[in-house]
């Protein structure tokens, strides 16, 4: 028997846990966001080994990560209605497995093709389903409060991936293979999938709890109706017919053709084109990792208290103004202003997507918000795809990425204007969707 009175051993059961289970749930999260961005985040690095053993070209190996980042980002939005309709907890162990299946299945190649199928379509289709839509749902499920905190969390979990596996990725190619690298990579994609049986669950109320800082069960969110291809396509329908829409999509687009698509796929081959090692350029590229865990989360905190398009517009229009100077930078040594461009382009790497996932649910409401987000992402991987051909077509007619870098720094200026018309489109939505926009 207890030796506490019944008041306060009634008391005692009756207190909340000292740890609310949706961090726990956050956690796993993040790592299966890690686990998904791992493959996709270090492409770059495998682009010399492959050249010099195949003999490929720069282009066929950009179309592989066209193809990854193209199908990643129209996966998302269906990924959306497949969360929101099923099991959060099926829906990522499927994806992992698809990330694992085609890292793995990589090392048996012999033709591009190959590549493009593996890298392409597997492994784009696993991230998609991963992508941060799967946090914009978990962060809308179980958060209450510090949503923009969690979803600047989830956001740096790509550049944690980049920052945890890039440097190990770039050792082991140069001291053992590429394939064992990508083995690697495919064993952390299969050791998460055990955590999405415990702790991580689908919803509080699955485990009897209330979403975190909630005093009272959210109220049920209308499950798609039709079938998931409708439901996803009639959300992008009615979105549509808003420029606010427009604006969030094309400044998106924008940002994936600037991060994932250029920086992250090209500068570890940008910098050997200079003269400098591939595991200094890694580990630059690793670096910009921890800056934009930093800078993201730092996002997500000023977006609960500023006006996310205000954030954007800043973001873009800064962004623009560092690839401006990126390749009078660049040379065989690491020079102090290059130290500068890292820790700032790191800071904004993905510090656009707490604002971006804010605007959706203000312009949008709760319920249409997942997958308005899910179709926003979607462009921001189109973006990505077509930065990544664009820089590695130029790369190849030029010998240079000159024009690459000036041509993304052009349209982050074009999305930080845009931006400024927000503000106007709000009363182009109908009012019953808006959410209050913090002051």
């Known amino acids: 028997m207890s030796d506490l009175p019944p008041s306060t051993a009634s008391e005692e059961s009756s207190r909340p846990p ?9 956690l796993v999260t993040t790592l299966a966001l890690v686990a998904a961005a791992a493959f996709r985040s270090t492409t770059g690095a495998f682009f010399e080994p492959l050249e010099s053993e ?5 282009s066929q190996l950009s179309t592989a990560v066209t193809i990854n980042l193209v199908v990643y980002g129209l996966a998302a939005p269906f990924a959306a209605t497949l969360l929101e309709r099923y099991s959060m907890r099926k829906v990522a162990m499927a994806a992992l497995a698809l990330v694992a299946a085609g890292a793995g299945l990589s090392v048996f190649i012999n033709h591009y093709w190959q590549l493009w199928l593996l ?15 799967f946090g914009s749902v978990v962060a809308n499920r179980w958060f209450s409060q510090r949503r923009g905190l969690v979803m600047g969390l989830f956001s740096g979990a790509n550049a944690a991936g980049q920052l945890i596996f890039l440097p190990s990725i770039v050792a082991i190619i140069e001291n053992a293979s590429w394939r064992i690298a990508a083995l690697v990579v495919t064993a952390f994609a299969l050791l998460i999938i055990p955590l999405l049986r415990w702790p991580f669950a689908n919803t509080p109320a699955e485990v009897g709890l209330l979403p975190y ?39 998106f687009w924008i940002c994936g053709w600037s991060t994932n698509g250029l920086v992250q796929t090209h500068f570890i081959p940008a910098a050997h084109d200079h003269g400098m090692p591939a595991t200094t350029a890694s580990g630059l590229l690793a670096l910009i990792g921890i800056f934009d865990i930093l800078g993201t989360v730092f996002s997500g905190w000023l977006t609960d208290r500023v006006r996310p398009w205000l954030l954007l517009a800043v973001y873009y229009f800064l962004r623009g103004l560092s690839l401006l100077f990126l390749h009078t930078l660049m040379g065989p040594s690491v020079q102090p202003m290059l130290w500068i461009f890292i820790i700032f382009y790191g800071l904004d790497w993905v510090a656009t997507v707490p604002p971006t996932v804010a605007l959706c649910r203000q312009y949008f409401g709760p319920v249409k918000a997942t997958v308005v987000f899910g179709w926003v992402f979607a462009f921001h991987m189109v973006g990505a795809g077509a930065g990544s051909l664009t820089a590695g077509l130029s790369r190849e007619s030029t010998g240079s990425y000159l024009t690459a870098w000036i041509t993304a720094a052009v349209l982050c200026f074009a999305a930080a204007a845009s931006l400024l018309l927000m503000p106007r489109m709000r009363q182009a939505v109908q009012p019953p969707v808006i959410e209050p926009i913090p002051s």
């Open 18 to 26: 000292r740890l609310h289970r949706a961090w726990l749930v956050a």
């Open 119 to 133: 890298w392409g379509l597997l492994v784009g289709l696993g991230t998609g389903a991963m992508a941060l839509v």
């Open 213 to 251: 800082g909630a005093t009272e069960p959210a109220a049920e969110v209308p499950k798609p109706e039709g079938s998931m291809a409708a439901a996803t396509l009639r959300v992008l329908f009615s979105s549509a017919r808003y420029p606010a829409f427009w604006v969030l999509a094309m400044t």
């Open 54 to 58: 195949f003999g490929w070209q720069r």
